[in-house]
């Protein structure tokens, strides 16, 4: 595929990004808008995006959120209930209606999200959070990412997780802290010493608690990455999360845009995002700048080389070659949603 953007002329083949010269099964002329490399979000719950915002806020600690939705909301979330993959799939089209290629699915691995999957779903260890948790750092790998739901609250007992997972050996350069709420000013210290990552969901933290992590740990050294959350808490997707973020003045754009960028790619042990020949075929093309975008900017994404999402004149540009595809609507905005799963085949027309 040969893909004619505002920015640059962009090739792959199979799922890894080529050089733009010889011929090529498709050809997209997409000079309105520019390619970069597709969007990571490093907080997310797939199978929870399809019950809205659940829940009476603000809350002292999501373990009381969690409590209360159950008790409070029991019959509508039965009422809602998807069966898993389709559950999976309204998460994964979320995503990609916004950019993201590339996710973080906090919750126990399931097959399925490697199983003819339209994006890519990183598999990190994880455990939920210190409250709900018996077996804490059970599925931790030593020298290898772990994502943990961390001082999610306002009270004192957010603030004591962090003496917890000290305790239990947790604390370290290898610890993405998920949310960060309220850790206390010796918290924050603590997780800036160790080097800890902040993954930052700052719309979901301020429906639950009507505030975000303290701005100790936004400072230039340390790692920030950034998270959409699933709708029963965040406002919307990880575009939406941008614009969110964008507006607490916490990080500046450099920053904000390589907490989708290459600050995640290096925290979660990912290929660098970059657009040269030999990376991965992840990328999109948005006809705003990402600071501002919506999903209604989001003109083309595709995974591993195979076009996933499209706007119109890029779905009748696709339509032509033959590819399958269906009109799919998500948040509002509809657009053609690839149903191949697989990398184009190697050949020329």
Same mark, same amino acid.
């Given at each position: 595929? &040969?893909?004619?953007?505002?920015?640059?002329?962009?090739?792959?083949? %199979?799922?890894?990004?080529?050089? $733009?010269?010889?011929? @090529?099964?498709?050809?997209?002329?997409?000079?309105?808008?520019?390619?970069?490399? !597709?969007?990571?979000?490093?907080?997310?719950?797939?199978?929870?995006?399809?019950?809205?915002?659940?829940?009476? $806020?603000?809350?002292?600690?999501?373990?009381?959120?969690?409590?209360?939705?159950?008790?409070?909301?029991?019959?509508?979330?039965?009422?809602?209930?998807?069966? =898993?993959?389709?559950?999976?799939?309204?998460?994964?089209?979320?995503?990609?209606?916004? !950019?993201?290629?590339?996710?973080?699915?906090?919750?126990?691995?399931?097959?399925?999200?490697? =199983?003819? @999957?339209?994006?890519?779903?990183? =598999?990190?260890?994880?455990?939920?959070?210190?409250?709900?948790?018996?077996?804490?750092?059970?599925?931790?790998?030593?020298?290898? $990412?772990?994502?943990?739901?961390?001082?999610?609250?306002?009270?004192?007992?957010?603030?004591?997780?962090?003496?917890?997972?000290?305790?239990?050996?947790?604390?370290?350069?290898?610890?993405?802290?998920?949310?960060?709420?309220?850790?206390?000013?010796?918290?924050?210290?603590?997780?800036?010493?160790?080097?800890?990552?902040?993954?930052?969901?700052?719309?979901?933290?301020?429906?639950? @608690?009507?505030?975000?992590?303290?701005? *100790? &740990?936004?400072?230039?050294?340390?790692?920030?990455?950034?998270?959409?959350?699933?709708?029963?808490? %965040?406002?919307?997707?990880?575009?939406?999360?941008?614009? @969110?973020?964008?507006?607490?003045?916490?990080?500046?754009?450099?920053?904000?845009?390589?907490?989708?960028?290459?600050?995640?790619?290096?925290?979660? /042990?990912?290929?660098?995002?970059?657009?040269?020949? %030999?990376?991965?075929?992840?990328?999109?093309?948005?006809?705003? $700048?990402?600071?501002?975008?919506?999903?209604?900017?989001?003109?083309?994404?595709?995974?591993?080389?195979?076009?996933?999402?499209?706007?119109?004149?890029?779905? =009748?540009?696709?339509?032509?070659?033959?590819?399958? *595809?269906?009109?799919?609507?998500?948040? /509002?905005?509809?657009?053609?949603?690839?149903?191949?799963?697989?990398?184009?085949?190697?050949?020329?027309?």
């Amino acid at each position: 595929m &040969l893909v004619h953007a505002r920015n640059m002329t962009l090739a792959c083949e %199979g799922d890894r990004l080529c050089a $733009p010269e010889g011929k @090529f099964d498709v050809v997209l002329d997409c000079r309105d808008s520019d390619v970069r490399p !597709g969007l990571i979000n490093s907080h997310e719950h797939l199978h929870r995006n399809h019950y809205g915002r659940l829940g009476r $806020p603000p809350y002292r600690h999501a373990s009381h959120w969690a409590r209360d939705i159950q008790r409070r909301h029991r019959r509508l979330i039965a009422a809602r209930r998807l069966a =898993r993959r389709e559950a999976y799939l309204a998460g994964a089209w979320k995503n990609l209606f916004a !950019g993201v290629t590339s996710v973080v699915h906090h919750d126990a691995w399931d097959d399925e999200l490697a =199983r003819d @999957f339209p994006l890519r779903v990183v =598999r990190i260890a994880n455990d939920d959070s210190v409250a709900l948790t018996p077996a804490l750092g059970a599925a931790r790998k030593t020298g290898s $990412p772990y994502a943990l739901h961390l001082a999610e609250g306002t009270d004192e007992q957010a603030a004591r997780e962090i003496d917890t997972i000290a305790r239990a050996g947790l604390l370290d350069k290898h610890l993405l802290a998920v949310h960060v709420v309220g850790p206390g000013q010796e918290g924050v210290e603590r997780l800036r010493r160790a080097g800890a990552a902040l993954v930052w969901c700052p719309s979901s933290n301020h429906f639950l @608690f009507g505030r975000t992590s303290p701005r *100790g &740990l936004f400072a230039c050294d340390n790692d920030v990455l950034l998270g959409s959350d699933s709708l029963l808490t %965040g406002a919307g997707n990880l575009l939406d999360e941008i614009r @969110f973020a964008r507006a607490t003045g916490n990080l500046d754009g450099e920053r904000l845009q390589s907490a989708v960028g290459e600050t995640a790619a290096r925290r979660l /042990g990912l290929a660098a995002p970059v657009l040269e020949p %030999g990376a991965p075929a992840d990328f999109i093309l948005l006809d705003a $700048p990402l600071l501002e975008a919506t999903a209604r900017h989001v003109r083309l994404v595709a995974t591993a080389g195979v076009p996933r999402v499209a706007a119109a004149e890029a779905a =009748r540009q696709l339509d032509r070659y033959g590819l399958a *595809g269906v009109r799919l609507t998500v948040g /509002g905005v509809t657009r053609w949603a690839g149903a191949a799963a697989t990398p184009l085949n190697r050949g020329s027309q």
